[in-house]
């Protein structure tokens, strides 16, 4: 199975500031044929179910404001959060749909400083 | 607009099995995937599995394999999770969601089976 390594586990941000998660894989998310990372970062709010934010690595997902970016390739990915806002209080996972099992990242707890 | 609702909270013994469904509206049933992810308490997401809603096809955790079985009825638009032989560790938030071209773009709300004797 492809494991998912997140940094950091958690993160304190002041409100207006960036935010920056790390994910890396252990084999490479990089489909040749297709040119595309088979590769997401979800939002998870608490009581909530997962939001798909960003998918093939840097593509937003419809109604995500764009101070979310994801980027990286093959086996290292980061998702920034420009300018953070008291709603992006939230665990965000980074995910693998490579090949199945789908795997996920162990979750990073982002707060407000 | 794309809605995935799941049915009620569950509280089961162990040795026992759980059936949970997944209603979807909002969109052609039979043109997308059902995948069934969970996350224990405090813990990360884990893929359980998954159903293509068309034509039936299923492939599931080598984790889970032996005791989930994923099935459909796209007359009633709805897909189906039975786990077998819970223990503890099964307590969980069991969520469906819907297979895009890209990824899991649309979640269920969640159901919350919990195993204790």
């Known amino acids: 199975d492809v494991v998912m390594t997140q940094s950091p586990d958690s993160l304190a941000v002041s409100l207006g500031e960036r935010a920056t998660i790390n994910c890396k894989s252990s084999q490479s998310l990089f489909d040749t044929a297709y040119n595309k990372n088979y590769f997401a970062w979800y939002q998870q709010k608490s009581g909530q179910p997962p939001k798909l934010l960003i998918y093939?690595?840097?593509t937003r997902n419809s109604g995500v404001p764009d101070r979310f970016s994801g980027s990286g390739s093959g086996t290292d990915f980061t998702l920034t959060i420009s300018s953070l806002q008291a709603e992006d209080v939230a665990v965000y996972y980074c995910?693998?749909?490579?090949?199945?099992?789908?795997?996920f990242g162990q979750g990073t707890k982002l707060e407000l400083k | 607009q794309v809605l995935l609702v799941q049915s009620g909270a569950e509280l089961a013994k162990p040795g026992a099995s759980v059936r949970i469904s997944c209603k979807a509206s909002?969109?052609?049933?039979?043109?997308?995937?059902i995948h069934w992810v969970r996350q224990a308490p405090g813990h990360t997401l884990e893929w359980m599995g998954w159903i293509n809603a068309g034509h039936g096809n299923t492939k599931y955790s080598q984790k889970f394999q032996g005791r989930i079985a994923i099935t459909r009825d796209t007359s009633a638009n709805t897909a189906y999770m039975e786990l077998s032989s819970l223990r503890s560790e099964d307590t969980a938030v069991y969520y469906c969601?819907?297979?895009?071209?890209?990824?899991?773009?649309?979640w269920g709300q969640g159901t919350l089976v919990s195993v204790s004797s």
């Open positions: 969601a819907r297979r895009a071209v890209t990824t899991l773009d649309f």
């Open positions: 909002g969109y052609s049933f039979s043109s997308y995937g």
């Open positions: 093939w690595a840097s």
């Open positions: 995910q693998q749909y490579f090949g199945t099992p789908y795997t």
